[in-house]
């Protein structure tokens, strides 16, 4: 019996441990000066088992949670929108339009990053949805190194972000 208990509790702890991942060397894109230029970084971070569907100018891919997809940058006008989960669509994005930038405002940044998060809408009742936030690279690479740390300063960098969208 105490065995079972025994093998049960390695069990229970291994199965909790997290893995530590090397993200230089599952996307080196991300820190090789040369190699990020042009590029959209993003991270999914939207803690569901099921994968969702990004779209980033016009290109459609399947994202997993913790997973990074990298796209192009084209000149000019830009967009980014989380399609939600594969089952449910659209309706699942918190906000109806894309997320939209053009490089030749700031043609000084080479290289965006975004973040996938989930938040809720309340506009008639509370459901969960994903939101789009463009972030840093700093806060990025905060987020891919440790995905289930919300802490108080990527949560101040959402926020921030969050403000920006509804202002601006």
């Given at each position: 019996m105490n065995i079972i208990r025994l093998i049960l509790t390695f069990f229970l702890i291994s199965s909790?441990?997290?893995?530590?991942?090397?993200?230089?060397?599952?996307?080196?894109?991300?820190?090789?000066?040369?190699?990020?230029?042009?590029?959209?970084?993003?991270?999914?971070?939207?803690?569901?088992?099921?994968?969702?569907?990004?779209?980033?100018?016009?290109?459609?891919?399947?994202?997993?949670?913790?997973?990074?997809?990298?796209?192009?940058?084209k000149d000019g006008q830009n967009s980014v929108k989380n399609l939600g989960r594969v089952s449910t669509g659209e309706s699942s994005n918190c906000d109806k339009q894309p997320y939209t930038f053009n490089t030749e405002m700031f043609p000084e940044v080479e290289t965006y990053y975004f973040v996938i998060q989930q938040g809720f809408d309340s506009t008639i009742r509370t459901f969960t949805c994903f939101k789009d936030f463009e972030v840093t690279e700093k806060a990025f690479l905060e987020q891919i190194n440790n995905p289930r740390n919300g802490g108080s300063e990527f949560l101040q960098n959402l926020s921030k972000s969050f403000i920006n969208s509804l202002i601006f």
């Open positions: 909790c441990a997290t893995t530590v991942v090397d993200q230089r060397q599952v996307i080196p894109e991300l820190f090789d000066p040369e190699l990020k230029k042009g590029k959209i970084f993003v991270f999914s971070n939207h803690m569901d088992p099921l994968p969702m569907n990004i779209r980033v100018n016009g290109e459609v891919r399947k994202i997993k949670h913790t997973e990074t997809q990298i796209f192009d940058l």
